[in-house]
């Protein structure tokens, strides 16, 4: 069998990946007091009269929301609420094995942006955190700020700043390994959506270098009449030579190129046209914007994908979970993008230099030590900044 028949046969025997297990014995009555009535009617007086100790007296300072409406399922696309089950599933799987934080997927049934920031909030008080996922642009942007100004806790949608920060981690390290300075790169992403745009939000915060974006119509550029609202906005802050054409046109001399984007976009002769070593980061899955072997033969130097079958494999489980792990532990009111950049930062040092080459600029995504090491630079840059509540 391939793996997408074994996995379907797991799917079938596990019976979904996660589950709900009690951390009080009820094995007598006086278990049962304590547990539940009469005894649990203290804790509930207790958080009455300060809603703060929800977080001691219940899960909830270890219990995160993973929620989607199933628009932009992976790969899939708009699949369905019901049929995104098994991912959110699988990232509450992840958000246990890898930082022991307790997470629980909601998928809501609506398209509606009003419906879901008021389901979301309204269930808010139930979670120490939330996490968007798989929601498609541009009401993603929408639905993650209004929910940022609603809730008093941390919400973050990972397609957007988890890729972000796992591509920036991965450009510090590829710039040391191809002798380019940091502040210095031209860099083209392809694919202006919710992934794309958080990508040169976060290059830009960290001062790479020069971003230019490239979507469906082509080069993005201030004043072009196509935009969405999003690109219009970023288009102010990228391009800065208002270069127009395709995508091929931007990489001529480009350093980076970064592909959130479809299959095949890019061939060996565009990435021959690029800088001297260029590093290639292409992130569509499961077939990337361009196959190692071809982006190697146009000359590579550095490349990763989002494919777990070569090596740099982006993988957003090297954030998340370490993210979350960190601002709740320190109660924060929010994820800023000085926490993003201490995560980046944290995940790239995970790398020792003795090992740093072409082929390693990430550390393993299975790598556990990661998410402990990602959390304390979290919640130490959290309570640097002030947004810490403990």
């Known amino acids: 069998m391939d793996i997408k028949e074994q996995a379907l046969q797991k799917h079938y025997e596990w019976k979904g990946k996660i589950e709900v297990i009690s951390r009080a014995p009820i094995n007598n009555r006086e278990d049962l007091s304590l547990a539940y009535t009469p005894g649990v009617a ?8 300060d809603e703060s100790l929800s977080y001691t007296l219940t899960r909830r300072g270890n219990m995160v929301a993973v929620i989607t409406d199933g628009t932009a399922v992976l790969g899939l696309g708009d699949i369905g609420p019901a049929a995104a089950m098994p991912v959110m599933e699988g990232k509450c799987a992840l958000f246990k094995a890898f930082a022991d ?42 639905i993650e700020r209004r929910l940022k100004e609603e809730c008093e806790i941390p919400v973050f949608h990972d397609d957007q700043h988890g890729t972000a920060i796992i591509a920036s981690a991965a450009l510090i390290n590829a710039i040391k390994v191809t002798g380019r300075e940091m502040g210095k790169l031209k860099i083209v992403i392809n694919g202006a959506g919710a992934a794309g745009i958080s990508i040169a939000k976060l290059l830009l915060k960290m001062n790479f270098g020069e971003v230019t974006m490239c979507d469906i119509g082509g080069i993005i550029y201030d004043g072009a009449d196509w935009l969405t609202v999003p690109q219009a906005e970023m288009a102010k802050h990228t391009n800065p030579s208002k270069k127009q054409g395709k995508l091929a046109d931007a990489l001529v001399g480009a350093d980076v190129f970064i ?37 190697k033969a146009g000359g590579a130097a550095i490349i990763g994908t989002g494919r777990s079958d070569y090596p740099n494999q982006i993988n957003n489980v090297l954030a998340f979970p370490g993210i979350f792990k960190g601002a709740l532990a320190v109660r924060a009111k929010g ?6 950049v201490a995560a980046a930062k944290a995940i790239a040092s995970m790398v020792d230099e003795a090992h740093l080459c072409a082929e390693k600029i990430l550390p393993d995504p299975l790598d556990k030590e990661v998410a402990r090491v990602v959390a304390k630079a979290v919640a130490d840059e959290a309570v640097r900044t002030g947004i810490a509540r403990i």
């Open 335 to 340: 994820i800023t993008e000085e926490m993003k």
């Open 259 to 295: 592909g959130v984007s479809r299959p095949g976009l890019v061939t060996k002769e565009m990435v021959a046209s690029m800088a001297k070593d260029p590093i290639i980061f292409a992130m569509a899955n499961p077939t990337p914007e361009i196959m190692p072997e071809e982006a």
């Open 42 to 49: 203290q804790p509930c007086l207790e958080i009455e009269k």
């Open 101 to 142: 934080v307790d997470a629980f997927p909601i998928c809501i049934d609506s398209k509606d942006t009003d419906t879901i920031v008021q389901t979301v909030k309204l269930i808010s008080k139930s979670f120490g955190g939330i996490n968007l996922e798989d929601i498609s642009a541009p009401r993603c942007f929408e």
